[in-house]
């Protein structure tokens, strides 16, 4: 069965920092990957996804992430944070039929927090 | 607009007291599912449809019911809550390349 982990639970930055948020995958296909963002009392807002092709993904807000079949990982970076971005942050792995996103297998989040 | 919206957003419940919480898309979606978030433990499924009239367990169906009568709509429904099953639930519809979420519903069970 598809599974994923996010190692850090919590991790703290100090704005202007560069960041990365692990994400490793088990799956037995090419899996469809993403990467969700929640802020605080707010629902997902899809940051970024990887379906084929380019290994590395850019998203919105200035985030990107690279694909490593080799290490079944999917990390999540951004150069430089900004205070806005502490919010709660989800590595998904498409396992519906066929494995897109219709049915998604989430890791446990990990939550950034942002010091000035 | 893309859009998922649940009612209620909010919910204060009982013990045994019935409850429903609607889901609507309206992007012609023929997946949709349900998802539970609790600290710690991320977002698991609850239930999943495939399409009208097709349903299917998730990782934690127990205490749950779902119905797919109409392809925009797929409400949650327990039958009777337990406080076990205060949490925050998110409805999300798919295409094969993303999957859009409601903005959650806050559900606590006394």
């Known amino acids: 069965a598809q599974s994923v982990t996010q190692p850090d639970i919590h991790i703290t930055v100090s704005e202007g920092a560069s960041l990365e948020l692990r994400c490793n995958y088990s799956?037995?296909?090419?899996?469809?990957l993403f990467w969700y963002v929640q802020s605080p009392g707010q629902g997902l807002q899809l940051l970024l996804k990887?379906?084929?092709?380019?290994?590395l993904v850019q998203g919105i807000k200035g985030f990107e992430a690279e694909f490593k079949r080799s290490q079944s990982s999917f990390n999540l970076r951004k150069p430089s944070v900004h205070w806005s971005d502490a919010a709660e942050y989800f590595c998904?792995?498409?396992?519906?039929?066929?494995?897109?996103?219709?049915?998604?297998?989430f890791g446990k989040g990990t939550h950034l927090i942002i010091q000035p | 607009e893309a859009q998922v919206t649940q009612n209620p957003r909010y919910l204060i419940t009982v013990t045994g007291k019935k409850l429903t919480v609607t889901c609507s898309q309206n992007?012609?979606?023929?997946?949709m599912s349900w998802y539970r978030q609790d600290p710690g433990l991320g977002l698991r499924q609850i239930y999943y449809?495939?399409?009208?009239?097709?349903?299917d367990k998730g990782d934690v169906p127990e205490g749950y019911k779902v119905s797919r009568k109409e392809k925009r709509n797929f409400p949650l429904i327990l039958e009777s809550p337990s406080p076990n099953q205060t949490s925050l639930y998110f409805c999300?519809?798919?295409?094969?390349?993303?999957?859009?979420f409601g903005q959650g519903t806050r559900l606590t069970v006394v």
């Open positions: 999300a519809s798919s295409s094969r390349t993303e999957a859009f």
């Open positions: 990887y379906f084929s092709g380019d290994t």
């Open positions: 799956y037995g296909a090419t899996p469809y």
């Open positions: 998904a792995v498409g396992a519906g039929v066929g494995g897109g996103a219709d049915g998604l297998t």
């Open positions: 992007m012609n979606h023929e997946y």
């Open positions: 449809s495939m399409n009208v009239e097709v349903t």
